[in-house]
């Protein structure tokens, strides 16, 4: 490996452009802009060139026609057909891959206009990479479905991952979760390895969303080759060019071996997270940079020390952040964004008489929208932070535009939404002052299941079946439910009967299923499921209203019946109708799109007594349509 001080180089090589500052040698098609090399502490070339479909490191898309459903379409490689050198001097050089959209490729091009760029720093050990999509006013409509920066690792070298300090394993071969060897389950990302090459990883699966996490804890994450000892890192250090917010979740490292910058994904959102565009529509933004990070080890086996230090450079290149040297025009520099700054307090006179501070609240700018409408935001730029003890929140580097704010408060229902235009010029620096969230509130609880944190993770979540496990997750401390599938356990836990939970009584975490799916009843059959809440009530308003407030922390699919003391009342007293496709049941996770719904209930239709609510999940096409609850409250009339 090359000591600090190596000259920063450009090699244009017949069809191939090469970098290299002496730490790190990056080889390039020219005009494409696809990475085949990667040249680093003695390896040749840390990428795989031999997959039958996809190779190397590049930028990719899946598009699809307008007016199209779904959320899977046409993929693009994205090769650039203009190259052009940016920047070249002893400290930098930046490079353009550009694509202008080609009219005469209708339908087998998506009509975007694309720049790839690539940065290589002198003594850099690794480089940067970011793209400008641009949809201009004489493009045809189209829908966005995903992007990403992706890279295929060689594989015979890159056989440990490392995704965060508690998620990291070797990992089976690619061709474990081929047939004979491995056999898919009810979806092809998730198979059985039957018989692989090493033994060890017998009798369990693989499925790359079992690696998946939150757009704000994905910020380092790749592989490590023991001979000679190199970690392949991918930093992320901003997520306001991501789509979703803060809490939508997404890919990271999986077996082939592969690690992914996602930036625009349906993953844990569904249909709600296409980016759909217009005929003449104007959009421009700008991806990344994203930094592709390389150490080393003297000792082969000592992952704690590259992982460890790649935690250490990412928190580096967040504190660098918004970076300096982009050259585009469209990369908005540090001296060009703005700040807000404010204290966010909540108001529930049923908790105290003076107003909480939203102590640890997310607190964020988004464009423009409804309350919660951050969630499934696509097209522009987020920023968020969590507030202090106190509320108080400071939100800095704010690129300029028009935004609202957005938060949510752990321990409390429903998005705070400030719909007064926040406008955010150059060196602008804005003060809110104090905010006040009141959440929605009739009168006092009478009971409460969960945690109101939008997540089902405070649930019961049960032991894998065996014969599907994830060697990773058992005993998990945070993460036990990314096993595979643990919705199939519900049958086994209520094999006649649906669960039941009387208020007072149970206990959600060893009571409440997390997952409200359906039942098997045949081969291919399913039937909705309903769950009984059972309470008592000494007394009761019978000219006031009660209110049965529930937050759902995912949806797939699904129709939500509720139904008060009358088992077959039809209609029910609530119907959801058929909310969400976020598939989070599937995807092994604990929560997608949040969603809040508030009954209306007579007193008359209550007793004194004993009562009973029904929650049922009528949808039954699937095994896999269901809702993940995160909170239920019950509330009595305000005088109650």
């Known amino acids: 490996m090359a000591t600090d001080g190596a000259a920063l180089n450009l090699f244009l090589q017949n069809a191939q452009v090469v970098l290299d500052n002496g730490l790190v040698q990056v ?4 005009p494409g802009g696809l990475i085949i090399g990667i040249r680093y502490n003695g390896l040749d070339n840390l990428l795989e060139l031999n997959n039958p479909v996809l190779n190397g490191g590049f930028w990719d898309l899946n598009w699809s026609e307008a007016g199209t459903s779904g959320t899977r379409g046409k993929f693009d490689t994205i090769e650039g057909t203009d ?3 940016i920047v070249e001097n002893e400290e930098q050089i930046e490079l353009s891959f550009k694509r202008t959209w080609d009219p005469s490729l209708k339908g087998d091009q998506s009509p975007l206009s694309i720049d790839k760029r690539f940065i290589m720093l002198r003594d850099s050990s690794g480089f940067y990479s970011y793209a400008i999509y641009e949809h201009k006013e004489d493009m045809p409509a189209l829908n966005l479905n995903e992007t990403r920066m992706a890279f295929m690792l060689n594989i015979k070298k890159f056989t440990y991952m490392a995704v965060g300090d508690d998620k990291q394993r070797h990992m089976p071969l690619p061709e474990d979760r081929l047939p004979p060897r491995g056999r898919e389950l ?3 990302e998730a198979v059985l390895l039957v018989d692989p090459v090493e033994p060890e990883f017998k009798g369990e699966v693989d499925d790359k969303y079992q690696y998946s996490c939150e757009n704000k804890d994905n910020k380092v994450h790749g592989f490590i080759c023991f001979e000679p000892p190199i970690g392949f890192w991918q930093i ?7 789509t979703g917010g803060p809490f939508k979740q997404d890919l990271t490292s999986h077996v082939n071996p592969t690690t992914l910058a996602m930036f625009v994904s349906t993953h844990y959102g569904g249909q709600d997270l296409v980016i759909p565009f217009q005929e003449g529509e104007k959009w421009k933004k700008v991806f990344g940079p994203v930094f592709m990070y390389l150490n080393s080890a003297l000792d082969k086996n000592d992952t704690s020390s590259m992982w460890d230090d790649a935690k250490l450079q990412m928190k580096k290149e967040v504190q660098k952040w918004p970076y300096s040297f982009p050259a585009s025009e469209d990369f908005v520099q540090s001296s060009e964004r703005g700040s807000i700054s404010g204290r966010l307090l909540a108001k529930d006179g049923y908790i105290s008489e003076e107003n909480i501070a939203a102590k640890g609240a997310y607190v964020g700018l988004a464009p423009p929208g409804k309350a919660g409408s951050f969630q499934t935001e696509r097209k522009g730029y987020q920023f968020w932070v969590n507030a202090d003890e106190e509320g108080y929140f400071y939100i800095k580097n704010i690129c300029p535009g028009d935004y609202n704010i957005y938060a949510w408060i752990p321990g409390f229902i429903g998005d705070y939404h400030y719909d007064k235009t926040i406008h955010i010029t150059a060196g602008s620096k804005i003060d809110v002052g104090d905010l006040v969230y009141t959440p929605p509130r009739n009168g006092p609880n009478i009971w409460e299941i969960g945690i109101p944190d939008r997540s089902a ?3 019961f979540v049960p032991d894998p079946n065996p014969m599907y496990i994830n060697k990773l997750y058992i005993d998990h401390p945070t993460d036990r439910f990314r096993q595979y599938g643990l919705w199939e356990r519900y049958a086994d836990l209520y094999p006649d009967e ?4 009387k208020v007072g009584i149970s206990d959600y975490q060893k009571d409440w299923f997390y997952a409200h799916v359906t039942r098997k009843i045949g081969e291919n059959a399913y039937k909705g499921t309903t769950w009984q809440v059972q309470f008592k009530l000494d007394r009761i308003n019978q000219s006031g209203n ?13 129709i939500l019946e509720v139904r008060i003391n009358k088992r077959e009342a039809n209609p029910p007293q609530f119907s959801s109708g058929l909310i969400g496709s976020d598939n989070s049941i599937a995807r092994h996770g604990i929560h997608g799109l949040y969603w809040l719904f508030n009954v209306e209930i007579l007193g008359s239709q209550l007793t004194q007594g004993d009562n009973t609510i029904y929650l ?3 949808r039954n096409a699937s095994a896999l349509h269901g809702i993940m609850y995160d909170y239920i409250r019950f509330e009595g009339p305000p005088s109650y």
Not at 498 to 501: A, E, F, I, W
Not at 546 to 558: C, K, M
């Open 27 to 30: 080889t390039l098609t020219n």
């Open 83 to 85: 190259f052009k050198v």
């Open 186 to 188: 009810a979806f092809p």
């Open 236 to 242: 992320t250090p901003s997520n306001e060019f991501r």
């Open 457 to 459: 993770a405070e649930f």
């Open 498 to 501: 649906d669960l039941v939970y």
């Open 546 to 558: 009660y209110t049965l407030r529930i937050a759902l922390a995912s949806a797939t699919f699904s």
């Open 616 to 618: 049922t999940q009528a």
